[in-house]
């Protein structure tokens, strides 16, 4: 596999490493998009396999993909140019709206007009709520693989109510005391180390990135795809909500792969189909700028 690898930069001037995949001279893709931005999920990488392998896929059939990483790549790492911390562990999700424009950016620039955007787990939240967010006229369609649910009220109804709880009562008072940026290890809703700044950001209770709430906002066509095997309660039913709540959205349809773990990562193959074939369906032209 041949990919071109790539570096740009968001609006604060931190580099994005990335992997574009040039489609073939004799490839057409099937459908107004012409490209595709993968965005990796929580601690992923644009070299993750489920992005790496979705965007070799779509390669074949004609679409340009660029798989880049957010800010919030990996867990912890250091930009010396800002003195400054980034990874999943610090993220403030708003901000990596800067990264996804970046990679709009670039694919426009590379003379791609139809621009989809296509996101695992994490990463589905981002490009959902990018697309609720900004305003893109070349982003023609959005693809959220696995969202996951961001609502305090959810989780404070749920079984999981009183660990949820304990977690956000330690995440608000090391913030009070002023140690918003100090990691801890959480175990709800997923487990993996949070600051507590970006853990309140996420699922704190003004629900900045319930998506539920933000899918009416959606106007481009929207496919959420998820796995039968997603019962976890930031997963449970998100796939079908979201696209019922899209009520704006020209296209908004979902589809449940049978078997299917979180990010479809057991069926590569079957998720990539199910992508391709839904993008072949689209009929309506993107708005052009």
């Known amino acids: ?76 790492w250091n930009y010396p140019a800002t003195g400054r911390n980034y990874g999943n562990a610090y993220e403030i999700l708003d901000e990596t709206s800067a990264d996804l424009k970046a990679g709009v950016d670039y694919l426009w620039n590379a003379g791609y007009r139809h621009i989809a955007l296509l996101g695992h787990s994490m990463g ?36 999981d109510a009183q660990e949820f709880k304990d977690i956000i009562s330690h995440a608000q008072e090391l913030k009070a005391s002023g140690k918003g940026r100090e990691l801890f290890d959480a175990d709800f809703p997923i487990q993996q180390l949070f600051s507590a700044e970006s853990y309140l950001d996420k699922h704190g209770p003004e629900e900045r990135y319930n998506l539920i709430n933000l899918a009416p906002k ?35 349809e979902y589809a449940i792969i049978e078997g299917g773990e979180h990010s479809i990562a057991n069926r590569k193959k079957e998720a990539s189909t199910t992508v391709l074939r839904w993008l072949a369906s689209l009929s309506a032209q993107p708005v052009k700028i």
């Open 218 to 252: 959606i106007e481009v066509p929207m496919f959420v795809m998820g796995g039968s095997l997603e019962t976890h309660t930031r997963l449970l039913n998100m796939t079908k909500d979201l696209s019922d709540a899209a009520v704006n959205s020209p296209q908004g």
């Open 124 to 159: 589905a939240v981002r490009v959902a709520y990018y697309a609720a967010t900004q305003v893109d006229q070349r982003v023609a369609a959005v693809i959220p693989v696995s969202p996951v649910r961001l609502s305090y009220s959810y989780y404070m109804a749920s079984g």
């Open 1 to 76: 596999m041949l990919v071109d690898l790539i570096s740009t930069t968001n609006a604060d001037g931190v580099r994005l490493d990335g992997a574009f995949f040039v489609p073939p001279l004799d490839a057409e893709p099937i459908g107004p998009v012409d490209s595709v931005l993968l965005i990796h999920g929580s601690r992923g990488s644009f070299s993750d396999p489920n992005t790496r392998e979705m965007a070799e896929e779509l390669r074949h059939i004609g679409y340009a993909c660029l798989a880049l990483n957010t800010t919030a790549h990996d867990t912890v």
